[in-house]
């Protein structure tokens, strides 16, 4: 039986070509979803600190090319789904993916059939049961009911 998970990813640029959707780790984790795994992926509110600045400028990189793009305010909520379809690896030059100050710090986990769906942070909120949920980084949803009720609420059930 496949987990449900819980990512969180920084806003991206409104002007930028759509980035790969993955699940991004750091060696710290010792948990991590697996291929069949269903993540949701939660969209940031505020914008990364580097350096204890705000971002408000990122890179876009892929296959060596790079441009600058302005970085909006995030939604805080669930921004879409998709399945883990293999293991932690490094990021390649194949990946779309932005600077935000430690791109070299982290891996990626591949993801595939990315779907847009929103859900609120509020509601989120109260469907986790949870009043400041700075744990969903990357969490594992419980297996009560929780991610069902998730994914009734964003319309996908």
């Known amino acids: 039986m496949s987990d449900f998970w819980i990512t969180t990813h920084w806003p ?3 002007d930028a070509p759509d980035l790969s959707r993955h699940v991004y780790i750091k060696d710290r984790h010792v948990s991590f979803p697996q291929p069949g795994d269903f993540v949701f992926i939660r969209e940031s509110k505020s914008r990364p600190m580097s350096d204890g600045l705000t971002v408000r400028r ?6 060596g090319e790079r441009s600058e793009h302005d970085l909006p305010e995030g939604s ?7 399945t883990v379809d293999g293991a932690p690896r490094e990021i390649s030059p194949d ?3 932005f600077e935000y100050g430690n791109l070299r710090e982290w891996q990626l986990i591949p993801t595939r059939d990315f779907r847009r ?6 509601t989120l909120k109260k469907l986790l049961g949870a009043e400041n949920p700075r744990f ?3 969490w594992r949803i419980p297996g009560d009911g929780r991610a069902e009720q998730i994914l009734k609420a964003m319309g996908l059930l």
């Open 95 to 97: 990946d779309v993916v």
């Open 58 to 63: 990122v890179t876009r990189i892929h296959r």
């Open 117 to 122: 769906a929103e859900l609120p942070y509020d």
């Open 12 to 14: 991206v640029p409104k």
């Open 136 to 138: 969903l980084s990357l």
């Open 76 to 82: 805080g909520g669930l921004i879409g789904v998709a």
